[in-house]
């Protein structure tokens, strides 16, 4: 089939790729034409595991072009693909500017019928709007349009596989032609024609893949109830973890037997900073205003949201208390993505921390392994190295934003010998404290009790260090 995607972000760029992978010919359009002029070139704009590879296979293969004539991408396709960004209005709405712009311009430039589909990420009714105004603005007995909301549950730094091995594929339509045509395009993913570059031919056993036919709004719904469950569900961890820290409990050893019970689940209750990004903070927030506009007391959302925030305040209070001055500080920061795996920086929580140390007048050394470039653009005044340890150079403190999984096997003996004091305030829970302290770390993370740190404690021995501290 032919498909245009409209919008190169995250979204258009692995869907329609993933689609021209299996086999559809796909034709991507932006009206940023550097966008285009630099995917033209090869070069893909974010980091996303696997996609620069497949996304270079399928332009040889020419089932995958890039254009700056949005007209012609709109012409040639049987279903086009809305992949345009949502950003948060500043009273929380999304913005749906870019979303009635596409359909404005789809509706003056198609001369055929055309399916238009949903992907961005949009509240619910949102469809109907569309289908309006492609209605009204459509060309004088010109085309047809057919809408459908087929929302993304894409991950990054996993959006790949996400795509190819998806949980569920939710279709809304209202019309049995538009779901015929949907069922074709998803057909090669749930048959798995496709060449896998994330496991390489030896795909996993197939996981139970649900396609729900759904409405329109339901399908919308579907999206931001589900982003906004996750959020709640961190905070709720978060909540579980403050609470730890008073009773002397351990959130690692709470969360994992909660987890055990299937109506739960081990996912999304790792406690620490709490949530960025583009899509679950500003989500969180569309739903809420969702929930305002239809007269319906959401206020639980109200709540996650408000704790989310105050992770920041309990993370740098953290970091006063153990350093007491702030100011002329060294600190040292590994991790800057909003999380890991990516490169994005959007909502990252390791933004607000960097705001605030460095109007405290701390003097800030960053690591991170793809966030650099962006995050340089925000905050100049930063020092970056393009290797972990630098960072830890006669530092007072290191503070750990990004659960990037490598930060687990650095050799802190050796980071242990660079700080100027071998404190370490770990945002994610990534490290364990045991095996901190007995390296000679001052060690402070979110739910894991001073009195367990205490009693964990193991002298210089180990290590071969003196202990700078032991307790948390
Ligand atoms: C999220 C959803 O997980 C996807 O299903 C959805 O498709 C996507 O938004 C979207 O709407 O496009 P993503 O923004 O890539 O995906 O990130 P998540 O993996 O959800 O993580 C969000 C934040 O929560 C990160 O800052 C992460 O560090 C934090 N997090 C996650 C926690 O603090 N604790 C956890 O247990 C899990």
Redesign the pocket.
Known sequence: MRISMIGCGH?GLVTGTCLAEAGHRVVCTDNDPERIATLKAGVVPIYEPHLDAMLAANCRSQNLSFTSNAAEAVRTADAIFICVGTPPLENGEADLSAIDDVARMVASEALASKLVVEKS?VPAQTGQQLKRVLEVYRREGGAKFRVASNP??????TAVE?FLHPDRIVLGVEDEATERQLREIYRPILERRFRCPVHLGACPPAKSLELLITTMNSAELI?HA??SF?AM??SY?NMIADLCEKVGADIKEVTRAMGLDPRIGP??????????????PK?IQAFIRLAERSGVDFSMLKEAERVNKRRIDLFVEKIRQALWVVKDKQIGVLGLA??AN?DDIRF??SLDVLRRLIAEGAHVRAYDQEAMDKTSAVFPQVRYFREPYEVARNADALLIL??WPEFRSLDWERIHGMMGRPLIVDG?NLLEPKVMVEHGFEYYSFGRPEESLATQFVPAQVSGFSSAGASA
């Open positions: 979204v990420t993304e549950f894409l991950r990054e730094g996400d999206k589900s982003n996750l569900k961190i961890a996912r999304f209750l790792d406690a620490g900073l709490g949530f960025g990004g583009f899509c679950l989500d909003f999380k990516t990252a929580p990004t659960e994610r």
